[in-house]
């Protein structure tokens, strides 16, 4: 049986390019997995969480995160999509769920397979990043490798809190085929 498995962070003081890919990779592919784990186009646009946004602006967030932060400190120049680098970028916190289809009623969300290809987009992006910059150290909040390490703890944040609402929305699935 394939498994991945979550790695330990690098070490700021000291690691290679080789080691920071690797933390890369596995953070991305961990939020990779459990993103392809849903079955159907439609169930992205669902929202099994009255108090946060649909499952499709997540498959877009993290990869946003890492773009938008590495122009940010100057590691790239261009973006990839101006348009998903605003759609993606922020999450909403409402206090209602009225609140929340309020911010998001106008919002015309983007087909599945476009954001799939804007993640390997950004993936192929952070990697060369990652193989391109210059190492010193240690990386600190002040070093623009500080983006990335950024990057990559968030993206293994929502992979915790995906796999959440992901869990809710089967459970939800589940329930509606009992009742039928």
């Known amino acids: 049986m394939n498994m991945l498995k979550s790695i330990q962070p690098p070490r700021l003081d000291k690691c290679d390019h080789e080691i920071l890919f690797d933390y890369f990779e596995n953070s991305w592919e961990l939020e990779e997995i459990l993103m392809k784990s849903l079955v159907g186009e439609e169930t992205f646009y669902i929202n099994p969480d009255p ?10 967030h993290s990869a946003v995160f890492y773009i938008n932060k590495l122009i940010q400190v100057g590691l790239l120049e261009q973006r990839i999509n101006p348009e998903y680098e605003i759609l993606f970028e922020i999450g909403v916190d409402p206090t209602s ?21 804007y993640r390997d987009k950004a993936k192929a992006e952070v990697a060369e990043v990652i193989q391109n910059t210059l190492l010193n150290f240690p990386i600190t909040q002040n070093h623009p490798l500080w983006a990335l390490m950024m990057g990559m703890e968030h993206n293994r944040i929502h992979f915790e809190t995906s796999s959440r609402k992901i869990r809710i929305s089967i459970s939800m699935s589940s329930l509606v085929l009992l009742i039928q």
């Open 51 to 60: 108090l946060r946004n649909r499952l499709i602006f997540y498959l877009g």
């Open 97 to 117: 769920p009225d609140e929340l289809e309020q911010a998001m009623q106008d919002v015309q969300w983007p087909q599945v397979e476009d954001v799939w290809q």
